[in-house]
């Protein structure tokens, strides 16, 4: 018995690293260009931009966020890093789910390895659904419809641009923001959700996933729904998974189901939106992705199903993935497990300081 424990623990622990060193790279990126845009935009351009309830504002929000090969764990700390340089919460969400789902890599591998009709369909919930997400946030929102104190930060910025501050200082300050503030605030709860994605994907044996997978019915897309929003999974590597299984007859509705929420959504993800923006930003994010990845799946077995063929090429999948790999960014391991240690210390950093504190206080 203990042995079995010991075994799963094992299991769940190299999980979760993998997980963390999948991801840790893009968080390094994003409190870069959070830091570049909290200091190089003022609060009263991206208010402008962003900080309104426009449709067209969504629109450019997702639009920006399909440009982008950034996972949903990737993208935390860039959309929080917007949302507290002056964006409204229905832009930030629609750039949060549009980023993961739909990117140059991920469209390219759809029409390659899942053919043009899933492919299609596909496109175009990535580009409906961050805009339902986006509206709906600015609907239902309430004080948390932008950040605490954007109010007046519209009119002033810590650094204007037209002030003497020098190229370099604005540079450490937007790094120091970036990584001491955005990236501690974010870190720790991203780095508490990694386990617990990792237990799931631990202990949910993928014979089951390809059962939901092959059953076309309501409750199999309303369970693939609700496992892809807590599990972790990235679109671009996850493409040829569900191309396979598709070919090998499962339905195309919960293939496409289970690729927006696992994209758009995990524990991870829900947890920071949860603690950092708020509970009611997180059940508007969570519900909406649910409820349109379903209604989707259901939509796509009703024009597709029963005649449905499964698309394979092999010269035409080799190909695309071939020019997929142009849009994605081979870290090298070293690099991946220095951005993870780097994450990990963020994360222990708000922990740390009373320590330091108490030994000086010893040292004097």
Not at 26 to 42: D, K, P, R, T
Not at 292 to 310: Q, R, V
Not at 319 to 342: E, H, Q, T
Request: aromatic share 10%; with cysteine; charged share 10%.
């Amino acid at each position: 018995m203990m042995v079995v424990v010991f075994e799963a623990l094992e299991k769940i622990l190299l999980t979760s690293i993998d997980i963390l060193n999948d991801v840790s790279p893009w968080l390094i990126i994003s409190f870069i260009v959070a830091g570049g845009l909290h200091n190089f935009l003022s609060p009263a351009r991206l208010q402008h931009l962003l900080g309104n309830r426009r449709l067209s504002t969504l629109i450019k929000a997702t639009l920006s966020g399909m440009l982008l090969p950034i996972c949903s764990c990737g993208v935390i700390p860039l959309g929080l890093g917007l949302y507290y340089t002056g964006a409204y919460l229905g832009p930030t969400l629609a750039f949060m789910v549009a980023t993961p789902i739909i990117n140059p890599a991920a469209v390219l591998l759809a029409y390659g390895l899942l053919g043009p009709q899933l492919a299609t369909i596909y496109l175009i919930s990535g580009f409906c659904v961050p805009i339902l997400v986006g509206m709906l946030a600015n609907r239902l929102a309430g004080d948390e419809i932008h950040a605490p104190g954007m109010d007046h930060q519209a009119e002033i910025s810590n650094l204007d641009l037209d002030s003497d501050v020098s190229l370099a200082q604005r540079l450490y300050s937007g790094l120091h923001w970036g990584f001491m503030d955005l990236g501690v605030m974010s870190s720790k709860y991203i780095v508490l959700g990694i386990p617990l994605a990792g237990f799931l994907i631990a202990i949910v044996p993928p014979s089951m996933i390809q059962r939901y997978l092959g059953d076309p019915g309501m409750i199999s897309i309303a369970g693939i729904a609700v496992l892809g929003s807590v599990l972790y999974v990235c679109a671009v590597g996850h493409i040829p998974f569900v191309a396979a299984l598709v070919a090998s007859g499962a339905a195309p509705g919960v293939a496409i189901t289970f690729l927006m929420t696992g994209a758009a959504t995990n524990l991870p993800e829900l947890i920071s939106i949860y603690k950092i923006i708020g509970k009611r930003a997180m059940i508007i994010y969570a519900l909406t992705m649910v409820s349109a990845a379903m209604m989707i799946g259901l939509f796509t077995n009703a024009i597709l199903m029963p005649d449905f063929i499964p698309f394979f090429d092999l010269e035409k999948s080799r190909r695309v993935v071939g020019m997929s790999n142009w849009f994605v960014i081979a870290v090298p391991d070293p690099v991946k497990y220095l951005c993870s240690v780097a994450v990990v210390f963020l994360c222990c950093y708000p922990w740390l300081q009373p320590i330091r504190r108490r030994f000086a206080r010893a040292e004097a």
